[in-house]
């Protein structure tokens, strides 16, 4: 634009005071009209549905460039300040599981019911109400959560994740809002053309009732209702403070817990939320374990011989029990390192300490497993807090300090 100007006050005429433009100088800027229409230009990155930095410290990089008048005192204020901050408004909660590797186990039975539940939600079934959450729950480290993340990876959907910990808050109402902006964060990547999901992880957790000693805040309420209202009206859910009939994309919906029934029984009831509990098979529990030991070369009979030998134990028993056995490895390296020295080693080193992978056979695997088990009956049968709670609990013979070495 400033090369046009220019060109028009050296090739054009005066005429009564006013100036008027040559036809070549027309067509010039008639040229550079079809130019910019068709986005060829060198600043092309910035045009609008293109450029994907960050607005608010565009605004903020201009604040040397306009006059001072437009400037608040100190810089405290004016038309170039950043009126949110990035925590506000960028989403720290898209989860990607770019990480995960291939070669893990997913459950057929568990991928068959969350494909089927996400598909159904983006499917217009005649007269058909399809439940908007899908409720996963089942005992503790059977590898729901992992089971979900595979899943997310197989269908290609990066989720909006929440976990059980910001369903409450110091202040009322923030862990509804944050649900209702969560959902429309999803809502908007669908809008976008790509396929996206709200993950609720240990929804029990945050929003359940475990035993009469569990207070039941104002939050708990709000997370309740407003898990039901976007049950019933998914296409309608408006961000706070906003009351107007905007129809949005429906976003399905899937969250972990242990306990259901710990929850709003109308939250779970089957209009809203369809319920699977994951107890996985032998065949899962061999088939997840082959993937925990894929790099160790232990043969699948021997992994079966394993799965077999602690049959009560939980799917995490597994990966704990892999994290034992370079215990003694470990134990080696301080040993000759130095217990004075191990800082230097573990902290801000050139080169991360590396260890070689440890031969790991069944009866290894079942002498450590067997310590696992050992610690467990320990916290099952020392209950200090009910000898501390239930009455004065005081050193003596017959006191808790009493060395296990010892008869009584």
Same mark, same amino acid.
């Not at 969250?255 to 029934?261: L, Q």
């Not at 790991?360 to 050992?374: A, H, R, T």
């Given at each position: 634009?400033?090369?046009?100007?220019?060109?028009?006050?050296?090739?054009?005429?005066?005429?009564?005071?006013?100036?008027?433009?040559?036809?070549?100088? *027309?067509?010039?800027?008639?040229?550079?009209?079809?130019?910019? *229409?068709?986005?060829?230009?060198? #600043?092309?990155?910035?045009?609008? %549905?293109?450029?994907?930095?960050?607005?608010?410290?565009?605004?903020?990089?201009?604040?040397?460039?306009?006059?001072?008048?437009?400037?608040? %005192?100190?810089?405290?204020?004016?038309?170039? &300040?950043?009126?949110?901050?990035?925590?506000?408004?960028?989403?720290?909660?898209?989860?990607?599981? /770019?990480?995960?590797?291939?070669?893990?186990?997913?459950?057929?039975?568990?991928?068959?019911?969350?494909?089927?539940?996400? +598909?159904?939600?983006?499917?217009?079934?005649?007269?058909?109400?399809?439940?908007?959450?899908?409720?996963? #729950?089942?005992?503790?480290?059977?590898?729901?959560?992992?089971?979900?993340?595979?899943?997310?990876?197989?269908?290609?959907?990066?989720?909006?994740?929440?976990?059980?910990?910001?369903?409450?808050?110091?202040?009322?109402?923030?862990?509804?809002?944050?649900?209702?902006?969560?959902?429309?964060?999803?809502?908007?990547?669908?809008?976008? %053309?790509?396929?996206?999901?709200?993950?609720?992880?240990?929804? $029990? +957790?945050?929003?359940?009732?475990?035993?009469?000693?569990?207070?039941?805040?104002? &939050?708990?309420?709000?997370?309740?209702?407003?898990?039901?209202?976007?049950?019933? &009206?998914?296409?309608?859910?408006?961000?706070? %403070?906003?009351?107007?009939?905007?129809?949005?994309?429906?976003?399905?919906?899937?969250?972990?817990? !242990?306990?259901?029934?710990? @929850?709003? +029984?109308? @939250?779970?009831?089957?209009?809203?939320?369809?319920?699977?509990? #994951? /107890?996985?098979?032998?065949? =899962?529990?061999?088939?997840?374990?082959?993937?925990?030991?894929?790099?160790? !070369?232990?043969?699948? *009979?021997?992994?079966? /011989?394993?799965? =077999?030998?602690?049959?009560?134990?939980?799917?995490?028993?597994?990966?704990?029990?892999?994290?034992?056995?370079? =215990?003694?490895?470990?134990?080696? #390296?301080?040993? =000759?390192?130095?217990? $004075?020295?191990?800082?230097?080693?573990?902290? !801000?080193?050139?080169?991360?300490?590396?260890?070689?992978?440890?031969?790991?056979?069944? !009866?290894?695997?079942?002498?450590?497993?067997?310590?696992?088990?050992?610690?467990?009956? /320990?916290?099952?049968?020392?209950?200090?807090?009910?000898?501390?709670?239930?009455?004065?609990?005081?050193?003596?013979?017959?006191?808790?300090?009493?060395?296990?070495?010892?008869?009584?």
């Amino acid at each position: 634009m400033q090369v046009t100007m220019k060109s028009s006050a050296v090739s054009g005429q005066r005429v009564g005071g006013a100036r008027v433009a040559t036809r070549s100088v *027309r067509r010039a800027q008639l040229q550079v009209v079809a130019s910019s *229409r068709k986005q060829m230009g060198r #600043w092309r990155s910035i045009d609008a %549905g293109v450029d994907a930095s960050d607005d608010q410290q565009d605004i903020t990089r201009g604040r040397e460039m306009v006059d001072d008048l437009f400037q608040g %005192g100190f810089g405290a204020g004016g038309t170039h &300040n950043a009126v949110l901050s990035s925590q506000e408004y960028l989403s720290q909660s898209r989860a990607s599981f /770019n990480n995960i590797e291939d070669g893990f186990y997913i459950s057929p039975a568990f991928l068959d019911k969350m494909t089927i539940h996400i +598909a159904k939600n983006f499917m217009d079934l005649p007269k058909i109400k399809v439940p908007l959450i899908l409720g996963i #729950w089942g005992g503790k480290g059977q590898g729901k959560t992992f089971q979900c993340a595979l899943a997310y990876k197989k269908l290609g959907i990066a989720p909006i994740v929440m976990s059980a910990g910001e369903l409450e808050s110091g202040n009322a109402g923030e862990p509804a809002k944050l649900i209702r902006t969560r959902y429309r964060e999803a809502s908007d990547i669908i809008k976008k %053309g790509r396929m996206c999901s709200l993950f609720i992880n240990d929804l $029990d +957790a945050g929003a359940g009732r475990m035993g009469d000693t569990t207070q039941y805040t104002v &939050n708990n309420q709000m997370v309740n209702a407003t898990l039901m209202n976007i049950a019933d &009206n998914p296409t309608n859910v408006q961000l706070p %403070g906003v009351y107007k009939n905007e129809e949005i994309p429906r976003v399905p919906i899937v969250c972990t817990g !242990n306990d259901f029934s710990t @929850l709003y +029984a109308p @939250l779970i009831r089957d209009g809203r939320m369809e319920k699977y509990y #994951w /107890n996985p098979t032998r065949e =899962d529990r061999i088939g997840v374990c082959m993937g925990i030991f894929q790099e160790d !070369n232990v043969q699948r *009979r021997e992994v079966e /011989n394993l799965v =077999d030998t602690f049959p009560g134990q939980s799917i995490d028993f597994f990966g704990a029990l892999r994290a034992r056995v370079y =215990d003694d490895m470990v134990r080696q #390296w301080i040993t =000759d390192t130095g217990v $004075d020295k191990i800082g230097q080693q573990l902290v !801000n080193a050139r080169q991360k300490v590396a260890m070689p992978k440890v031969s790991m056979d069944l !009866n290894v695997l079942i002498k450590y497993g067997k310590s696992l088990v050992d610690e467990q009956e /320990n916290v099952k049968r020392v209950q200090l807090a009910d000898a501390y709670l239930s009455g004065a609990e005081l050193a003596g013979h017959g006191g808790s300090s009493l060395p296990e070495a010892y008869s009584r």
